[in-house]
């Protein structure tokens, strides 16, 4: 489909906010990259998760002790794609592109997903046609379950709220075993055309594969039979779906946040600035809770990333109050909810709603937390 265009003549907000923004880094004599923090963070995920993965291979465990340790697991994994994986693939977490690159690739690819794809898919995709329903791939979940009041409804809808943690615990392994392939054979990222593959890209995919098949599946069931594998895989990969699925729906899916529609027999174009967009299609969550932002990666700061998305999220929590004061300087909604259990209410609310017949169903409109 052809691109969507945004209004960006009147940019006033963005072009004061980046000066700001730069102003900062400038003053402080810091980079916009990452840090000690990100990677003392990194060593810390990533050794957690040899060492859980070693111990459920070599270890003589009870099955209790194993499910636990394998939901440990998934959830560490979910960490590393949000504190790791996220900033390196985005760029933001070093200078070095190379080294971006490499640990884009292991932590995403090692996780069993495919960077190439992921890049097209969540960089330029879902960020610069956030909410925009007939574009953005993170919305596009119909008929599974309703994003938002312009996808079709199918009467199982009105229980998506009640079967929604099952459909995310299954997300990862949605997302490894038929989105990749689905991306890889069709060559679309839902409506856009993927990237041209090159020879190398074709081999780090197969290579993913097999690794994953061997490290995830052929060695487990080694060590623990069938049933010891399907257990704990699906444990793993619950934990892990979950834990990505509500964080990242939390930017975007809720009662503050704003959806657009683009026909795709229209001419794709939007009266309102990027920046602007960004604004009223994401929210933020648990800004002050230091545990959170930690273990999720700074994506508790979404309004910050989705407007900085080269800054690491290390520096989210500084730029939060300079994003916030120009906000209201150019007399823009700054989205966010107090708690993390504020915004999942919010976004079960959200989801409970869609799953109304369209006739039944009230037209949603930003209510600031």
């Not at 008929?143 to 079967?163: A, G």
């Not at 960004?278 to 994506?299: C, D, E, H, P």
Request: charged share 15%; with cysteine.
């Amino acid at each position: 489909m052809s691109k969507l265009t945004f209004n960006n003549n009147n940019n006033h907000f963005y072009q004061s906010l980046k000066t700001s923004v730069d102003q900062y880094f400038t003053q402080n004599n810091i980079k916009k990259t990452g840090d000690a923090r990100l990677y003392i963070k990194t060593v810390v995920l990533m050794g957690s998760a040899i060492l859980l993965y070693l111990s459920l291979m070599l270890l003589d465990l009870n099955a209790v002790t194993a499910i636990f340790l394998s939901a440990l697991m998934g959830f560490i994994f979910a960490c590393i794609g949000f504190s790791v994986m996220h900033d390196a693939n985005h760029g933001s977490y070093s200078t070095n592109n190379t080294l971006n690159d490499f640990i884009g690739l292991l932590s995403s690819n090692g996780l069993g997903a495919n960077a190439f794809f992921w890049k097209q898919k969540h960089n330029i995709i879902h960020h610069t046609y956030t909410n925009v329903d007939g574009i953005d791939d993170d919305i596009a979940k119909s008929p599974i379950i309703r994003q938002c009041e312009t996808q079709k409804w199918v009467p199982f809808h009105q229980i998506q709220h009640i079967y929604l943690p099952f459909v995310y615990s299954l997300s990862s392994i949605f997302w490894i075993f038929f989105m990749d392939f689905t991306k890889y054979f069709g060559r679309k990222i839902y409506t856009t055309d993927a990237w041209e593959l090159t020879w190398k890209n074709h081999l780090v995919f197969w290579t993913t594969k097999l690794y994953y098949l061997t490290f995830f599946i052929i060695v487990p069931i080694m060590t623990w039979g069938w049933a010891g594998w399907l257990i704990g895989f699906f444990v793993t990969n619950g934990a892990m779906g979950i834990t990505l699925s509500f964080v990242f729906q939390l930017a975007h899916v809720l009662e503050n946040t704003e959806f657009e529609h683009i026909p795709l027999d229209t001419t794709k174009h939007l009266d309102t600035a990027w920046a602007e967009h960004q604004i009223r299609t994401t929210s933020n969550f648990a800004m002050n809770n230091k545990i959170i932002s930690w273990f999720v990666g700074g994506l508790n700061f979404q309004v910050e990333h989705h407007l900085f998305p080269k800054v690491s999220h290390v520096h989210y929590p500084a730029i939060s109050k300079i994003v916030q004061e120009k906000c209201k300087e150019f007399n823009l909604p700054y989205n966010q909810y107090a708690t993390m259990t504020q915004a999942l209410a919010s976004h079960f609310r959200v989801m409970k709603q869609l799953g109304k017949k369209p006739a039944e169903s009230k037209v949603f409109k930003p209510q600031l937390a």
